[in-house]
């Protein structure tokens, strides 16, 4: 007994419920400000109804709030429309667009600036007890397209290394509340990137690929006034090659936080081209220079010590000619006197060309002979002065070269009979 008025409490009270449903229908707040020649879209909704799940629609417009409306399109009825608008809701250009049961979109693709006004939302009732809102309205704005985007064409060829400035000059006429942003991309073949966006609240969005080169500052903004402006790309490389793009984008703001995009308009800024840089370039040719310049330096430094060595080795041979003439004549006069006293001498003269080794003996006591009264035939400066590390090391190359010539011994040339008379 007690649990059968229990059930009948909660029966009683979900039917009162039911009864005291009351429909609600929904469209943004608005005001929407659109552009005119730009697609409108405009969203009704109805909820808290009872009958079928799937509710119809009737889309009006009245010049004023409580003006006379005319009928635009239907979601159930063909004849519905006004016939002053069958051109156009025949053509497409204005349709009734089922999202859900409970909600279509009002679509005019190429908004007119007659078009401004109210829209009303009519949902025909299926409830038992005719009970809330059936309509609703909002006021549509349709403003002039003055958004005007404006790039300076950048420089067809960098160099790299250097900056690229991207300057773009993105304007519109102010009559109603609405915001700018500006976009930055490159074209390389069929694909494009974006780069930057900035705005329409002031805020940076980086492409996928510059957001660590924003952030290390590599690619920085600079907003100058009156929409004018400028990305520069720090430090470009052959990747930066491409074709910029500068796109503006005219916003609004609607209650409800939503940002929509209204107009746009993207312009090509130009070509641009990287080259190696002269810096660049001019490191490798200083590389190259310096190079070249130390090969030149050993040259240089190997005929001087050539030529010294050669005046050293002409003073020798002049020397060792000398010595060998006295030799030859202390010989002459042994034999002729019969008194082989110096066998050094004596060998060395019956040596057979090529044969090194008594010669060998007979130069390392030259070579004595030579520290002994070293340079004595030399005024100091006469020629430039070999490193003293390499003067006991000066004769030996004219030994070797001495070793392969039997006597008498190579001319000497002019300058080497001046040295010897110095
Ligand atoms: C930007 O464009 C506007 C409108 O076209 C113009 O008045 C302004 O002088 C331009 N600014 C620059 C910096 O080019
Ligand atoms: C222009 O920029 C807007 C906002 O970032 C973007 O939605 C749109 O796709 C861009 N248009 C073109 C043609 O790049």
């Known amino acids: 007994m007690k649990m059968d008025s229990c059930l009948f409490t909660l029966v009683f009270g979900l039917s009162m419920l039911g009864g005291c449903l009351a429909r609600v229908v929904t469209v943004s707040p608005g005001p929407l400000i659109r552009v005119e020649g730009q697609t409108v879209s405009i969203r009704c909704d109805v909820t808290e109804y009872s009958g079928p799940s799937e509710q119809d629609f009737e889309w009006a417009m009245s010049k004023e709030a409580n003006g006379k409306k005319m009928n635009i399109i239907s979601s159930f009825d063909t004849r519905y429309s006004n016939p002053l608008l069958r051109k156009r809701v025949a053509s497409g250009d204005i349709s009734v667009v089922r999202l859900k049961d409970n909600e279509v979109e009002l679509k005019i693709a190429e908004v007119k600036s007659t078009d401004a006004g109210f829209y009303w939302c009519q949902t025909p009732s299926t409830d038992s007890v005719i009970s809330g809102n059936y309509e609703a309205k909002v006021q549509l704005t349709v403003i002039l397209n003055t958004l005007k985007v404006s790039p300076l064409t950048p420089p067809p060829v960098v160099p790299e290394g250097s900056d690229l400035t991207l300057s773009c000059n993105v304007t519109r006429e102010l ?100 080259t190696p840089t002269e810096k660049l370039l001019g490191s490798n040719t200083w590389i190259c220079v310096g ?85 004595a035939l030399d005024p100091p400066g006469a020629y430039p002065e070999p490193s003293p590390r390499r003067l006991p090391q000066a004769p030996r190359p004219v030994d070797k070269t001495d070793d392969e010539q039997p006597p008498p011994l190579p001319q000497p040339n002019k300058k080497a009979v001046k040295i010897q008379r110095v």
């Open 291 to 375: 190079a070249k310049g130390g090969v030149v330096l050993v040259l240089i430094i190997v005929v001087i010590v050539c030529c010294v060595r050669s005046k050293q080795k002409k003073r020798m041979q002049l020397k060792d000619e000398e010595e060998l003439r006295l030799a030859w004549t202390n010989d002459q006069q042994h034999h002729q006197h019969n008194h082989p006293s110096d066998p050094r001498h004596h060998r060395c003269q019956q040596q057979p060309a090529g044969h090194t080794g008594p010669r060998q003996h007979r130069s390392k006591q030259q070579r004595e002979q030579q520290q002994q009264h070293p340079r």
């Open 175 to 274: 009559s109603h509340p609405t915001y700018l942003s500006v976009t930055w991309s490159v074209k390389r073949g069929a694909t494009s990137e974006e780069i930057l966006t900035f705005g329409p609240q002031g805020d940076v969005v980086t492409g996928a690929k510059y957001t660590r080169r924003y952030a290390d500052g590599g690619i920085r903004l600079v907003p100058g006034k009156n929409g004018f402006f400028e990305l520069v790309i720090s430090k470009v490389t052959t990747s930066d090659e491409g074709t910029y793009e500068c796109n503006g984008t005219e916003w609004t703001y609607e209650n409800g936080g939503k940002w929509i995009k209204i107009v746009e308009s993207t312009k090509e800024m130009g070509t641009v081209s990287v």
